[in-house]
């Protein structure tokens, strides 16, 4: 992807600014859904996935 730095794109944010909350980030080379989860100076981040236990893909546009 020429000419954009940004592999990662947010596609869903809740919570309150400075708090707990959690995002959705989404890998715009391979579609895969990340979730960004947030509690106060912790966090983590793992793969989204659906009902079947395989990772929730994005259709994404080159």
């Known amino acids: 992807m020429a000419g954009n ?3 990662f794109v947010k596609t869903y944010k809740e919570g ?4 707990n909350g959690f995002e959705i980030w989404v890998d ?3 579609g895969v859904n ?3 989860r947030i509690s106060g100076y912790a ?3 793992t793969v ?3 009902r079947d236990g395989k990772p ?3 259709t994404v546009e080159k």
Do not use: P, S
């Not at 309150?16 to 708090?19: D, I, M, N, Q, R």
């Open 34 to 36: 990340y979730v960004w």
């Open 56 to 58: 929730v893909i994005t």
């Open 16 to 19: 309150a600014f400075g708090g």
């Open 43 to 45: 966090g983590g981040l």
């Open 48 to 50: 989204l996935l659906d």
């Open 28 to 30: 715009k080379e391979t």
């Open 5 to 7: 730095d940004n592999r």
